[in-house]
């Protein structure tokens, strides 16, 4: 509520300070409409006994996002090198993809473990697996029944690991610098 209150000061120590456009005023008035409605939720929550806090975050967030030039500059930035690194993303989703199902094939008829089940658990498991989070406990039922299926999750794991994302952080990385 204090922080509200403080937001409230400085917009109106803006309308009275800086220059009075027509744009800036528009600005000050919406944003002092956002700050209204949060403050008109933070009560309600407060009544609700905490329920709606979610749209607290939610309209500090784009209170944030749509009045702070920097930060629209970084997310507009962002946005541009995610456009522009889609190919190496797209790569990636088929790589996954052909593995899920590849995994299902190999894996659906095996009855100790319930991550090949259908091809949606398959794909689930293999991008926990790509993210190597949990890579061991997907793999360790199926590499204690046969050993050879590790050379799956091997070749999954050194394609996927080393080369695609590797691939997709040089990218990244090329095009940020490209816009900066």
Known sequence: MIAYAILMFFMICRL??????RSAITRTGL?????SVGIVIFFTSLKNGGKGSETIVFINISFLLVFIRRLRE???QIAQVIVG???VFI???CFILFFSFLGYAIFQSNSY???????FSALYTVF???TVSNYPDVMIPYFAVNRLSAV???VFLCVAVMLLTNLLLAVIFNNYQHIL
Request: glycine share 4%; hydrophobic share 60%.
């Open 91 to 93: 790569i990636i989703f």
């Open 113 to 119: 473990s319930h991550a090949f089940v259908d091809p």
């Open 31 to 35: 944003m002092g409409f956002v700050l």
């Open 85 to 87: 690194s889609s190919a």
């Open 128 to 130: 926990i697996t790509f």
């Open 152 to 154: 799956y999750f091997w």
């Open 16 to 21: 009275i300070l800086k220059k009075r456009s």
């Open 74 to 76: 970084v997310w507009k």
